[in-house]
C-alpha cells in the first residue's frame, strides 16, 4: 500500500489542499481580519459548548490513543503513523516559532476585543498564530487514516472531524482562518513527506 496511494487517498489530499489555498487566497485577497470577523460568529451557548469540546480532537495527545489502536488493534504500520506525528508536529513549530514567529493571533491583531467572539473558560492565546496546529494534526489524521482505510465512510468521517476541529480554533478565536489553510499544507506535506521517506526505507 506504500507504494501507491489509494484513490481515496488521493481525492482526500486534492480536497485538504484545495480548501487550504482557498483560505489563504481569501484571506490575502479580502484580509484577514475580515475573513475571521465573517466566520467567528456567536452560535449561542450550545456551539460554544460544542466547539470547545471538539477543539480537543486535534490536541497534539491525540496521537497517543491513535497510535495504540492503530497499531495494536489493526496491525498498520508504526512507522508511517510516528513519522507523520513527527513531521507535522516539527514543520508546524518551526514555522509557528521561527520563520512565521512574529505573526499575531486575533487577539493581538488590532481588532476591538468586543468583535471577538471568544468561550468562556478558554485561554485566548496571542501570539504564533500561523499556521494552526490543531488543523495540521486534525487534516494529518484524516490523510492518515483515509489511506490507512481508504473507505468512503472513513472519508466523510473523516473529513467532517477534520472541519469541524479546524473550523473551531476560529469559532473560539484562536486563529485566523488563513492559518487554518496553513496547516491544512502542513498535513499534505507531512503525509507526502512520510510515505516517500518510507519507500525509501
Not at 449561542?44 to 460544542?50: E, L, N, S, Y
Request: charged share 10%; net charge positive; proline share 4%.
Amino acid at each position: 500500500m506504500l507504494n501507491q496511494a489509494p484513490i481515496l487517498y488521493q481525492r482526500a489530499s486534492n480536497l485538504t489542499i484545495l480548501v487550504g489555498l482557498l483560505l489563504i487566497a481569501v484571506s490575502a485577497y479580502l484580509g484577514r481580519i475580515p475573513v475571521f470577523l465573517f466566520l467567528n460568529t456567536d452560535g449561542g451557548a450550545f456551539m460554544d459548548q460544542f466547539f470547545k469540546w471538539t477543539t480537543w480532537g486535534a490536541e497534539g495527545w491525540v496521537w497517543i490513543p491513535y497510535l495504540i489502536v492503530l497499531v495494536t488493534w489493526f496491525k498498520k504500520d508504526i512507522k508511517l503513523i510516528v513519522l507523520n506525528f513527527l513531521l507535522s508536529t516539527l514543520i508546524t513549530q518551526i514555522s509557528k516559532h521561527v520563520i512565521w514567529d512574529d505573526i499575531t493571533r486575533p487577539i493581538l491583531s488590532g481588532i476591538p476585543l468586543n468583535q471577538i467572539h471568544t468561550v468562556p473558560g478558554q485561554v485566548t492565546h496571542a501570539y504564533n498564530s500561523f499556521p494552526s496546529g490543531h488543523t495540521a494534526t486534525a487534516f494529518t489524521l484524516f490523510l492518515l487514516t483515509v489511506y490507512l482505510f481508504p473507505t468512503k465512510w472513513v472519508f466523510a468521517v473523516g473529513v467532517i472531524y477534520a472541519i469541524i476541529c479546524a473550523y473551531s480554533r476560529v469559532y473560539l478565536g484562536q486563529h485566523f482562518p488563513m492559518d487554518l489553510g496553513g496547516g491544512m499544507l502542513v498535513a499534505v506535506l507531512s503525509m507526502q513527506l512520510s510515505m516517500h521517506t518510507i519507500s525509501l526505507l
